[in-house]
Nanobody
Framework: VQLQASGGGLVQAGGSLTLSCAASGKVFDVNARGWYRQAPGKERELVAVIMNDGITNYEDSVKGRFTISRDIAWHTVYLQMNSLKPEDTAVYFC??????????WGWGTLVTVSS
């Protein structure tokens, strides 16, 4: 599975961005897709995940502000980010987990939120 994230950029606090993660390859074998982020000097952390059955889970600090969604064929997963804060500044990565437990990562996209 190959992943390509896009949609990052510079936005003012309170603004919105939508990230996209396009997948190719054995997409039919994917059972979960997620967004992670890594801020400077910090470890990579889970932001949001969406399962094959549509169940979603969010990191506490983004609940109510971010929404993860996907198209029906698993080709693209989105992360709608509203009410952005400077502490959301990070490189955002998408990943995909297949039925055999393999996790694939895409290149990150930088999100910078100015105060």
């Amino acid at each position: 599975v190959q992943l390509q994230a896009s949609g990052g950029g510079l936005v003012q606090a309170g603004g919105s961005l939508t990230l996209s993660c396009a997948a190719s390859g054995k997409v039919f074998d994917v059972n979960a897709r997620g967004w992670y982020r890594q801020a400077p000097g910090k470890e990579r952390e889970l932001v949001a995940v969406i399962m094959n059955d549509g169940i979603t889970n969010y990191e506490d600090s983004v609940k109510g502000r971010f929404t993860i969604s996907r198209d029906i064929a698993w080709h693209t997963v989105y992360l709608q980010m509203n009410s952005l804060k400077p502490e959301d500044t990070a490189v955002y990565f998408c990943n995909a987990k297949t039925n055999d437990g393999t996790i694939y990562w895409g290149w990150g996209t930088l999100v910078t939120v100015s105060s």
